[in-house]
């Protein structure tokens, strides 16, 4: 059998035996690890900045929810809205849910000025039920618009019981109750999901509660219409009009 003999180089080497004065023993080892640890960092850290440039809401919310954890006493920036909100006086229309209710300017959506924001961002129908009832509502009509935030972080029997408490809540004060469906995102899977939580909030949605459904409109296919969409969560200037449409015409009738 043949065997291959190395090629004798001394140029090769003589590097080698340079690099190897230059980086010997520890200070290698050292110098190799900073090497690792520092790449290793940059992948980390341009893959974060990559995914959360697309989803930012998303991310920081779960990083939220890691760090404090899902009770709401925990969630200082939760608790702080919350004691903000039972301080005000209730408008005649009263918008309460998550970001998609947060980021919203009602008052100018809806062309009136008797409209109370009382959204948080990052809230979970769970969270919902526990601040709706401390509010009073015996002068208002209530929008509700919860459920994005449930999934990954709630079952489906969890919501389903929150927002037949809130609707509930609600209608202990309440001149009358506006549920809106959750609104379609940019991921079609997810969606299905979203799907299902809207039609258990149609069926929760009963007696002096009506039941808005935007899915349609507001959707391309299975997914929300990209013009529409900011992150493919939350809305645009767009998308709001067309859900603010949807709610004045609702409160043509009740509000």
């Given at each position: 059998?043949r065997?291959?003999?190395?090629?004798?180089?001394?140029?090769?080497?003589e590097?080698?035996?340079?690099?190897t004065?230059?980086f010997?023993?520890?200070e290698?080892l050292?110098?190799?690890?900073?090497?690792?640890?520092?790449f290793?960092?940059?992948?980390?850290g341009?893959?974060?900045i990559?995914?959360?440039?697309?989803?930012?809401?998303?991310?920081?919310?779960r990083?939220?929810?890691?760090?404090?954890?899902?009770?709401?006493?925990?969630?200082?920036?939760?608790?702080?809205?919350?004691?903000?909100?039972?301080s005000?006086?209730?408008?005649?229309?009263?918008?309460?849910?998550?970001?998609?209710?947060?980021?919203?300017?009602?008052?100018?959506l809806?062309?009136?000025?008797?409209?109370?924001?009382?959204?948080?961002?990052?809230?979970r129908?769970n969270?919902?039920?526990?601040?709706?009832?401390h509010?009073d509502?015996?002068?208002?009509?209530v929008v509700?618009?919860?459920?994005?935030?449930?999934?990954?972080?709630m079952?489906?029997?969890e919501s389903?019981?929150?927002i037949?408490?809130?609707?509930?809540y609600a209608?202990?004060?309440a001149?009358?109750?506006?549920?809106?469906?959750?609104p379609?995102?940019?991921?079609?899977?997810?969606?299905?999901k979203?799907?299902?939580?809207?039609?258990q909030?149609?069926?929760?949605c009963?007696?002096?509660?009506s039941f808005l459904?935007?899915?349609?409109?507001?959707s391309?296919g299975?997914?929300?219409?990209?013009?529409?969409?900011?992150?493919?969560?939350?809305?645009?200037?767009?998308?709001?009009?067309?859900?603010?449409?949807?709610v004045?015409?609702?409160?043509?009738i009740f509000?």
């Amino acid at each position: 059998m043949r065997t291959l003999s190395p090629i004798y180089n001394p140029h090769v080497l003589e590097y080698g035996l340079i690099i190897t004065r230059a980086f010997s023993g520890d200070e290698m080892l050292l110098r190799a690890s900073i090497a690792i640890i520092t790449f290793c960092a940059i992948l980390v850290g341009g893959v974060f900045i990559g995914q959360t440039r697309m989803r930012p809401y998303a991310y920081i919310a779960r990083l939220e929810q890691l760090v404090i954890g899902h009770n709401p006493s925990l969630n200082t920036s939760w608790e702080l809205l919350d004691t903000i909100y039972q301080s005000r006086p209730r408008q005649k229309i009263v918008v309460i849910g998550d970001s998609h209710v947060q980021f919203g300017d009602w008052p100018r959506l809806l062309g009136r000025p008797d409209v109370d924001n009382l959204g948080i961002g990052g809230e979970r129908s769970n969270q919902l039920q526990e601040r709706i009832k401390h509010y009073d509502f015996s002068c208002s009509t209530v929008v509700i618009l919860i459920g994005t935030n449930d999934i990954g972080n709630m079952t489906a029997a969890e919501s389903d019981a929150s927002i037949k408490n809130i609707i509930g809540y609600a209608k202990q004060s309440a001149k009358h109750v506006i549920v809106v469906a959750p609104p379609p995102t940019s991921n079609a899977s997810f969606n299905l999901k979203v799907a299902l939580l809207r039609d258990q909030d149609r069926a929760a949605c009963t007696g002096t509660c009506s039941f808005l459904d935007m899915t349609t409109v507001l959707s391309d296919g299975d997914v929300v219409r990209p013009d529409l969409s900011a992150d493919g969560v939350h809305f645009k200037e767009s998308g709001y009009e067309i859900i603010a449409k949807g709610v004045s015409d609702a409160l043509e009738i009740f509000g």
